[in-house]
C-alpha cells in the first residue's frame, strides 16, 4: 500500500528494497548490482563454484540436468528471503520480481526461448494448501516480460513424494522415481522451459526433464530463480 502511494506520488515504480527510483524488476540499479548473482557456477547445472571450471563433479557423474539450465542469483539475501515470503507468506510481489530478473538474465544470456514455459507441478495436495504454485507465480511475469506463453497443465504431479528437506540427491532421486506424468500431444517436437524458484540437489529438475523428453519434447531448459550449493 506504501509502495502504490509512493508510485502514485513520485511518477514511477520504487525500488522493493531501497525505495530509490527503480531501474528494472521492481529495483534500482545499485540494489541489482548487489545482488548474490550466480557466478562462477557449473556451466551445465548452475550450481555455484569457486572457481569456474567446464563441469562441475555430479554433471560428470549423471551427465547434464538439461539442454540449458539457467539459475541467475544464489540462494542468499536478498533472493532466499524472496523465496521464502513467496512460498510460505504468499508475498505474489516476490515472485513477480524474480520472474522479471530471470527474463532479463535469460536476455541477457542469449539463449534460446521456448515454445512454451511449464511452472514446476505442484502436487494437487499442496497446491489445495497453499493456494497457489510459487513456481507459476514465477512463470507468468517471466512469459510476460519475454512474450512466451505459459502451460501449467503440460505436466503434473503423478504421485505425492515425501518432502525432500531432510533428503540427500541419491534419497531425493529415488524419491522422485516415476513422480511425473506429461502431455505428449502437446509436447511432441517441443522445446520448453521448466520454471522454479529454487534448484537444491537439481533432482526434480532431472526426474522431469526426463518425463517431458520421454513424452516427445526435443529441447528443454530448466531455468530457477535461485540456486543453492549442494547440501
Ligand atoms: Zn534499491
Ligand atoms: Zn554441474
Redesign the pocket.
Known sequence: MVDSVLDWALGGER??????P?FEAG??A???DALPWNAPACPRCALPLASPTSSCQQCRALGPVADSVLCPLRYAPPADRWVHALKYEAELAAGRRMGRLLAQAIRNEGVPLPELILPMPLHPKRLRERGYNQAQEIARWMGRALAVPMASTLAWRWRETADQTHLNAGERRRNLRDAFRADGARLAGRHVAVIDDVMTTGASARALVATLRKAGATRVSVWCATRTPLP
Open positions: 525500488c522493493a528494497l531501497c525505495h530509490a527503480a529495483l534500482c545499485p540494489c541489482i
